[in-house]
């Protein structure tokens, strides 16, 4: 029984490099949510997937964030040109089909992300 | 407008005691309010929730207290445990799709034995 899984734990980069974060949400979901933690906060919503509808980008902090899911499946969050403030937790959830009755969002273990 | 403020920032229960995470919100058209536990390297898993008509929720020792009036609720968390030691989120529901979450700030929780 998988859930949803996040690629890689840990990632460690430079400032000014760009990176990629996998998520893999649970099979059949077909609603998919990133959201950031930063040490010590609650979690910011970035951006959400609902089935083939356009992204709810209403939270990406900035235009170097950027999101895709690719065959209403796995997601890749793409931050470019990394700054230290990045450095975060990076969540992933999924749940069945949004709206109407209330879906529940499971959380992948997350992506801890240091930009030095 | 969609906020939820969450307080205390950190709380410490002796094992036995009752611990209680406050939550409070402006926005009438929040129409779901889950709470969330998260273990340290984990992500965070749904404890409990309740609907704005109902007010109160009991699951085993958590329960969940909700004022619509005052825009307030909050989690009681009844013969505190070690193992209830984690992070607590409260959050609210929102979004033209309805599944929208917008989280509490976190309360960490250290139960002493």
């Known amino acids: 029984g998988a859930g949803v899984s996040q690629s890689p734990s840990n990632k460690v980069t430079e400032k000014g490099k760009d990176v990629e974060l996998r998520c893999d949400p649970i099979?059949?979901?077909?609603?998919l949510y990133w959201y950031r933690q930063s040490l010590g906060q609650g979690l910011e919503f970035l951006i959400y997937?609902?089935?083939?509808?356009?992204?709810?980008k209403s939270g990406l902090p900035s235009d170097r964030f950027s999101a895709e899911r690719t065959g209403g499946s796995v997601s890749t969050l793409t931050i470019q040109r990394t700054q230290q403030e990045d450095s975060a937790v990076y969540l992933c959830?999924?749940?069945?089909?949004?709206?109407?009755?209330?879906?529940?969002?499971?959380f992948g273990p997350g992506t801890r992300l240091t930009v030095t | 407008q969609q906020q939820v403020k969450q307080s205390p920032q950190s709380l410490i229960v002796q094992k036995g005691g009752i611990s209680i995470i406050n939550c409070a919100y402006e926005?009438?058209?929040?129409?779901?309010f889950p709470w969330y536990q998260q273990f340290p390297g984990k992500g965070p898993a749904l404890l409990i929730a309740?609907?704005?008509?109902?007010s109160e929720k009991k699951e085993g020792r958590f329960t969940i207290s909700f004022n619509k009036s005052a825009k307030q609720f909050s989690l009681h968390i009844m013969d505190s445990q070690p193992g209830d030691s984690a992070t607590y989120f409260c959050?609210?529901?929102?979004?033209?799709?309805?599944?929208?979450?917008?989280f509490g700030g976190g309360t960490r929780l250290m139960v002493k034995p």
């Open positions: 959830a999924s749940s069945f089909l949004a709206g109407g009755p209330i879906y529940e969002q499971y």
């Open positions: 099979s059949g979901h077909t609603a």
């Open positions: 997937f609902q089935g083939n509808s356009a992204p709810d």
């Open positions: 926005n009438t058209a929040f129409d779901y």
């Open positions: 309740i609907r704005p008509d109902v």
């Open positions: 959050a609210a529901r929102w979004g033209p799709s309805g599944n929208m979450l917008t």
